[in-house]
């Protein structure tokens, strides 16, 4: 069974600073990886995705993450982040033979300081 | 907007009482699935269904059944509710013609509270 580890289970960081998210997972087989965006009393929405090629990859508000097979990582990094980005951060994965059922880490929660 | 709701949005139970939360959606997604969101535990899958009638246990599927007779609804059921059942439920979709399996759409949660 796959499993995700999100290193972090808070990040304060002040407005304009870069951010870095870590994430880690276990897998025997080949996965799909994701990162999902969770504002305050909203649901999940999808930041980011590898699927294959490019391990870097570019997601949505200025987000981007990179694949290292190696290291078993998926790294979330925003250059400077604004107060709007105050949210709960989760890493997912999916076996790429099993199609979409996704595998969460337990959640990165950053609040953005002015 | 993939179109999924969610109801109720809150809930207040008692410990041993029914409770029964729905997700719809409009599009004809065929997957559908159950997630509890737990601090610390990110989200884990309870139950999902690759179309109608067709239901399969998740990682925490304990305490729930489900049930989707027709595409757009899969209703999770706490048989008799527990305070350890206490969670925001998050019901996803994908499958839809045309679009990537991976695309899993959220809805905006349902916040049950066992007492």
């Known amino acids: 069974a796959q499993s995700v580890t999100q290193l972090d289970s808070q990040v304060p960081v002040f407005e304009e600073a870069p951010v870095e998210l870590r994430c880690n997972y276990s897998?025997?087989?080949?996965?799909?990886l994701f990162w999902y965006v969770q504002y305050p009393n909203q649901g999940l929405q999808l930041l980011l995705k590898?699927?294959?090629?490019?391990?870097l990859v570019k997601g949505i508000n200025g987000f981007e993450a990179e694949f290292n097979k190696s290291q078993t990582s998926f790294h979330l990094r925003k250059p400077s982040v604004h107060i709007s980005d105050t949210a709960e951060y989760f890493c997912?994965?999916?076996?790429?033979?099993?199609?979409?059922?996704?595998?969460f880490g337990g959640g990165t929660r950053v609040l953005v300081k002015p | 907007d993939a179109g999924i709701t969610q109801s109720p949005r809150h809930k207040v139970t008692e410990t041993g009482t029914p409770v029964t939360l729905r997700c719809h959606q409009t599009?004809?997604?065929?997957?559908m699935y159950w997630y509890r969101q737990d601090p610390g535990h990110g989200l884990r899958l309870i139950h999902y269904?690759?179309?109608?009638?067709?239901?399969d246990k998740g990682e925490v599927s304990d305490g729930y059944s489900v049930s989707r007779s027709k595409t757009e609804d899969f209703l999770l059921t706490l048989e008799s509710a527990t305070s350890s059942q206490t969670s925001v439920y998050f019901c996803?979709?994908?499958?839809?013609?045309?679009?990537?399996?991976?695309?899993?759409?959220f809805g905006p949660g349902t916040r049950l509270t066992v007492t």
């Open positions: 997912a994965v999916s076996l790429k033979a099993a199609g979409n059922k996704l595998t």
């Open positions: 897998s025997s087989v080949s996965v799909y």
């Open positions: 590898y699927l294959s090629g490019s391990t």
């Open positions: 599009e004809n997604h065929r997957y």
């Open positions: 269904s690759y179309g109608v009638k067709d239901t």
């Open positions: 996803a979709i994908n499958g839809l013609a045309g679009v990537p399996l991976y695309e899993q759409y």
